[in-house]
């Protein structure tokens, strides 16, 4: 009997402790399991955190405004993914205009009555967008249906309406991602087509091609002149076109790319000229009037130094000036300036919003109203309407004040060679006492820039729950300070931004408030190729990496990505073609170091990336397994160059958490305990609230 009573009361005594286990009962109603589109390899079970830091806000984005009504047409979640919705006044409740899993990516107003509407979209994250019409019904239900007009096959990169009701003008690019090796059926090829939108069944008809090269930067006048870019073999020459059948006619002489930075967006102005922002007299971009006749670049305000990141220009020539948005030092400045009275310097608005980052300006086709979205640490994203005659500004979309709890602060340190670099720091809360763990995230581009916006919710939940230090470097080749500096990690150069991160270790390592010891180094895109590059280079100094959607080798990425973006990317990383830039770009690559990779690793990967294929991940993954190392590996097979779904995100921000809670925890005991970094891929853990 007493053997008895024993024995239950040792049952009695694991129930108990097992409700505070992940293996128990209780637990298991919060275990995460991966969506249906996602494959997890290594990764433990995981369970959802009962206290996040916060939710994963969506915000809206404001896309356009109808050209007659006050009414704004926006992207908003819906069904776990960006869906057109209309705003019909500041604070409505929008009401949706398409659905389904895959997001619509770009969409704007037929410009003259707006009868109808054309978005994009593509399928899985693949990129290869196609066009639809779409004609809104007059009730909420049901969606009316779209309507695609463009071809089947390829990809469309961008659109213009013409004007006077004459259609539209998009650029079409073949898809091949199977490397030219002097086989011409995967030249790229680009096509300039006209379709009309209200035509149905839609005829799309071609007019203009260029093999071998590509056309980029679509631009049309007020008065219908078509413009564009046509770069071949590196050259690149501007092209004017009209719509009578003729070829394109060169405007100006042939420039070099790299000098001329003609990658720079092209905007509408109101007569048969065209401004657009390019770095022509000055180290930043600035405003430019380009004469469609003359082929005449006439530059205006370059004497500001800070990056001219954006423009708006109103649709008709009515007296409303030029929006323009600079870059000062991360924080976007807005002013308004009329080139009729270039005595007058352009006057700065909006003074009362945070700093922060602002996004999508453009003028209402008839009314004096400038739309755009604003992000900042207080809030993720807001729509605005700013009256450019009574200066008021209306609020339309977005919460008033969110907090995200992020104070920014400047960190500044140098580089190997004393180049000065720059990043954003964010603190943990002053509850955490002594070093802390410290997470460095690495923007991708690289020509991007981390900037004072709001925090998504892993780094929020990092800083706030786990008490870790955010560091968001700008590594030399970020844009915003200047085409010198964006040029400084072309080619050859290419590790010297990763011995910017090394500086930025030497630099944790002096700070008494950040724990060297407990780094992990993370990054997508280019910002993942750093992230294994450091491992590569750093890991005795690192806890752990996380590559999302990043390059492993040089060679074989040059090769593989999608035809209409290799000779831009051959621009910035080498010709993987030419010998001796071959043999550098395998030194240097990860995957062919990855035995130097001896921290855990985490690689997350859409099957359908076009830019950064697929098999980048797989054969950096099998590499650093081979070599002992623990690798975790997610794969999404509806996604593409980001995680854009929501189930699949989710499933993201908790592996993310718990990969970086396991590689900083506590060093072994006195008792010799192995640190759970040891059991890295076998010993699930119910996230903490506090590390």
């Not at 990505?561 to 010709?575: Q, W």
Request: hydrophobic share 40%.
């Amino acid at each position: 009997m007493k053997k008895y009573q024993r024995t239950l009361q040792a049952w009695l005594v694991v129930l108990l402790l097992s409700a505070f286990t992940p293996g128990s009962l209780f637990a298991q109603e919060r275990r995460l399991e991966p969506g249906p589109s996602l494959i997890a390899e290594g990764i433990p079970t995981l369970f959802k955190t009962s206290q996040p830091a916060a939710k994963e806000f969506v915000s809206a984005r404001f896309v356009d405004w109808h050209p007659l009504r006050r009414e704004m047409l926006v992207l908003a979640q819906a069904g776990g993914s960006l869906q057109l919705h209309l705003l019909n006044a500041p604070g409505a409740k929008p009401r949706a205009l398409t659905e389904g899993r895959d997001a619509v990516a770009q969409a704007s107003w037929e410009p003259e009555r707006g009868e109808y509407l054309v978005f994009s979209r593509d399928q899985g994250g693949d990129e290869a967008f196609q066009l639809y019409r779409l004609k809104p019904s007059a009730q909420a239900e049901p969606l009316a249906q779209p309507l695609r007009i463009s071809g089947a096959e390829g990809r469309v990169s961008d659109y213009q309406f013409l004007p006077q009701g004459r259609g539209l003008v998009y650029l079409w690019e073949r898809l091949n991602r199977q490397s030219e090796a002097g086989a011409k059926a995967a030249r790229p090829l680009s096509r300039l087509m006209w379709v009309d939108p209200a035509q149905a069944p839609p005829q799309p008809r071609e007019l203009a091609a260029v093999e071998g090269g590509r056309f980029t930067d679509l631009a049309v006048s007020s008065g219908g002149s078509i413009l564009i870019l046509r770069t071949v073999q590196g050259r690149s020459q501007l092209l004017r076109f009209e719509m009578d059948g003729k070829p394109g006619r060169p405007l100006g002489a042939a420039q070099d790319k790299a000098e001329e930075d003609v990658e720079q967006a092209l905007a509408l102005a109101p007569t048969d000229a065209l401004w657009r922002r390019q770095a022509l007299k000055s180290d930043y971009r600035h405003l430019v009037r380009l004469d469609l006749v003359s082929g005449q670049r006439q530059p205006w305000l370059s004497e500001m130094q800070s990056d001219l990141e954006a423009l708006a220009v109103p649709p008709r020539a009515d007296g409303r000036p030029l929006a323009l948005l600079n870059n000062e030092q991360g924080i976007s400045v807005l002013r308004l300036f009329d080139p009729l009275q270039a005595q007058t310097p352009p006057r700065r608005v909006l003074t009362q919003l945070p700093a922060g980052v602002t996004r999508n300006l453009r003028w209402h086709g008839t009314l004096p109203l400038l739309g755009f979205e604003h992000a900042s640490a207080q809030s993720p994203g807001r729509i605005y309407a700013y009256d450019s005659q009574t200066e008021e500004l209306q609020l339309w979309a977005g919460r008033q004040e969110v907090g995200s709890g992020a104070e920014y602060s400047s960190l500044q340190w140098k580089s190997f060679d004393g180049l000065q670099i720059s990043g954003l720091h964010i603190a943990p809360p002053a509850r955490f006492q002594g070093p802390r763990p410290v997470y460095i995230s690495i923007h991708g581009g690289p020509s991007s820039q981390s900037r004072p916006g709001y925090l998504n919710a892993t780094l929020r939940h990092l800083v706030e729950v786990m008490g870790m230090h955010v560091i968001l470097p700008n590594v030399r080749g970020s844009d915003g300070f200047g085409k010198k500096f964006l040029g400084l990690d072309n080619g050859r150069r290419r590790e010297d931004s990763v011995k910017d991160i090394s500086a930025l270790l030497d630099l944790i390592a002096s700070r008494s408030d950040m724990d060297a010891a407990k780094v992990v180094v993370a990054g997508g895109s280019y910002g993942g190729y750093m992230a294994l590059a450091v491992a590569v280079h750093e890991s005795k100094r690192i806890a752990g990496s996380i590559c999302r959607v990043g390059i492993a080798n040089f060679v074989s990425f040059l090769e593989n990505t999608e035809s209409y973006r290799r000779d831009n990317r051959r621009a910035e990383y080498g010709d993987e073609r030419e010998p001796k830039m071959r043999e550098f770009l395998q030194r240097i690559s990860p995957l062919n170091r990855a035995d130097a990779v001896k921290k855990p690793l985490f690689i997350v990967h859409g099957r359908n990336d076009p830019r950064v294929p697929y098999a980048e991940a797989q054969q950096m993954v099998q590499a650093v397994r081979a070599h002992g190392t623990p690798v975790w590996f997610l794969t999404a097979e509806d996604e593409g160059h980001s995680f854009t779904k929501a189930d699949n995100r989710d499933y993201l921000f908790q592996a993310t958490l718990e990969f970086v809670r396991r590689v900083t925890a506590a060093p072994p005991d006195a008792a010799g305990a192995k640190p759970e970094s040891d059991a890295l891929v076998k010993t699930p853990v119910v996230l903490a609230k506090d590390d």
